[in-house]
């Protein structure tokens, strides 16, 4: 049986359960790939292309760790003089009285305690620090930030550093339909949206990207910035993005953060990654369904990508989250060992 059949087979059967018309799984190991899989189509719709190798899914949520990795710049060049400084001291467009002791660190880590009424006004849930909450508004303001510090948006910043060395030609923020680009499927009795945005400037959930180019972010990643023996990324900006920076909870079920991707530490209950995955791992996922796992133990990148909105599982969807990654480092210490 081949080694990652198992995961390939789980890959197809969240694909037909969620209701996705598409899905790809990609591998890096050892700075090779040793998987490949595209099934399913591009939309909902009849007559709608295959998924290829060529298709760009829109990854959702799992643009953070672009954004992350800017803002992992902005602290080495001390744009940012450090994670724990004050909030109020970049934000001053935000009440002083609002924002208290939080800091740059708060924002990246998901303890911020801060989040938006219907009406778009933010207010305050809970102490800076002390507890963990998924919210939208830490992502705009770092957004905000990066653009401010460097007089352009993080897109373009990424852009000239990053994509334009890797030559990537399958990862940008979209506003006009391509025939590579898969749509999202919200309801799956209605026809799947375009899911592209006004704006490319990193403000919209518009990122798309490729299987293989998803995954080639992720390597540059694992090997800390060096591709073909070339630094692109200093090291110092990679180790900051992806080690633990957040603060000391008292609840040791919640996550661990480094610059917005979820860190293995001591395995969390409230953590989308599962007790199997090693220590020092790091992931980020979308709520169209993409998942992106690094586990340096391995030397592996494995991602997954679906064009279905909401995770499958309803409530339950960290035991699916969990069971993705458990079953990933599953495959991969096999291999290991084999």
Request: aromatic letters at 10%; proline letters at 5%; one cysteine or more.
């Amino acid at each position: 049986m081949h080694m990652y059949e198992r995961l390939v087979s789980w890959v197809e059967e969240i694909k037909d359960r969620n209701q996705s018309p598409g899905t790809a799984l990609f591998i890096i190991k050892d700075n090779r790939t040793v998987l490949e899989h595209y099934s399913g189509r591009l939309s909902n719709s009849s007559g709608a292309s295959s998924v290829t190798g060529r298709t760009r899914f829109n990854i959702a949520s799992a643009r953070k760790s672009y954004l992350g990795l800017a803002a992992a710049y902005a602290v080495f060049e001390r744009k940012i003089g450090s994670l724990d400084d004050a909030a109020a001291e970049y934000f001053p467009e935000y009440s002083r009285d609002l924002l208290g002791s939080t800091t740059i660190r708060h924002l990246i880590t998901h303890s911020h305690g801060l989040h938006l009424d219907e009406a778009g006004r933010p207010f305050r849930e809970f102490p800076p620090g002390e507890n963990w909450a998924y919210r939208g508004i830490n992502v705009l303001m770092m957004t905000d930030l990066i653009q401010r510090l460097y007089g352009k948006s993080f897109p373009q910043l990424l852009k000239e550093r990053v994509f334009d060395p890797l030559g990537f030609q399958e990862t940008g923020w979209e506003t006009t339909p391509s025939e590579h680009l898969a749509k999202v499927v919200v309801d799956p009795g209605e026809k799947a949206i375009s899911s592209l945005g006004a704006t490319t400037d990193g403000m919209e959930s518009n990122l798309f990207v490729s299987a293989r180019e998803l995954a080639l972010w992720g390597n540059l990643h694992l090997q800390m910035g060096k591709v073909d023996g070339k630094q692109i990324v200093p090291r110092e900006v990679i180790e900051l993005a992806t080690s633990n920076q957040s603060p000391s909870y008292k609840k040791r079920e919640l996550p661990q953060n480094g610059f917005f991707w979820y860190v293995q530490g001591d395995p969390a209950a409230q953590s989308e990654l599962g007790e199997l995955v090693p220590k020092g791992s790091y992931q980020i996922l979308g709520v169209t369904g993409p998942a992106i796992l690094m586990i340096p133990e391995y030397q592996a990148v494995v991602v997954k990508m679906y064009n279905k909105r909401y995770n499958y599982g309803g409530e339950n969807y960290l035991h699916y989250l969990r069971e993705f990654s458990n079953l990933a480092a599953d495959c991969l210490r096999k291999e290991e060992v084999r």
